[in-house]
Structures are given as C-alpha cells and as structure tokens.
C-alpha cells in the first residue's frame, strides 16, 4: 500500500508541474504580447543594434525619425543614419 500511494503521489506531483509549466508559459506568452505592443507603439524610435552595430531591431516610430522603413534598417550598420562627422560620438556611446 505504501508503494502504490508513493506513485500517486509521485503522478500527482508530476501532473502539477506539467499545469504550472503550462500555466507560466502562457503568462510568458501573455506578457510577450503585451510588451510587443508597447515597443510597436511607443512615439519614440528603439533601436537594438548587435555587438558589431548591425541592427536587429527597430520599431516603427523609428521611420519618422531616420527616414527608413524599420525593414530597411534590419541588417544594416547603424553608421547608414549618421553622418560620418558623428560616428566617432555614437561609437562613445
């Protein structure tokens, strides 16, 4: 009896990690969600540039401001939408 009742607890501990995982991934999602949409509508340009200064990331308020299409940017060096007598300021940033 006492074997039998250590895996239903076992089974029970099991089943309720699967919910809590499934319960926190759904939060994951929920909050992912909500952040994109900040980050797609916020007025003011976020740029994420990689360690090289190749951009992977730009939301839209970006265009208004750089002249270019965030798909424009993607893939690009940073140095596209400064003139070249402020690259050594930038790179100080």
């Not at 690009?76 to 100080?92: E, G, K, M, N, T």
Request: a negative charge; proline letters at 5%.
């Amino acid at each position: 009896m006492d074997e039998v009742l250590a895996k239903v607890r076992d089974l029970l501990e099991r089943q309720r990690l699967v919910e809590d995982k499934r319960q926190a991934e759904k939060e994951i999602r929920r909050l992912s969600q909500f952040n994109e949409a900040i980050v797609q509508t916020v007025p003011g340009a976020i740029i994420v540039t990689d360690s090289e200064g190749i951009f992977t990331f730009v939301n839209p308020a970006t265009t208004s401001l750089v002249g270019y299409a965030p798909a424009g940017l993607l893939g690009q060096h940073w140095s596209i939408i400064f003139p070249p007598d402020q690259h050594s300021i930038v790179r100080a940033a």
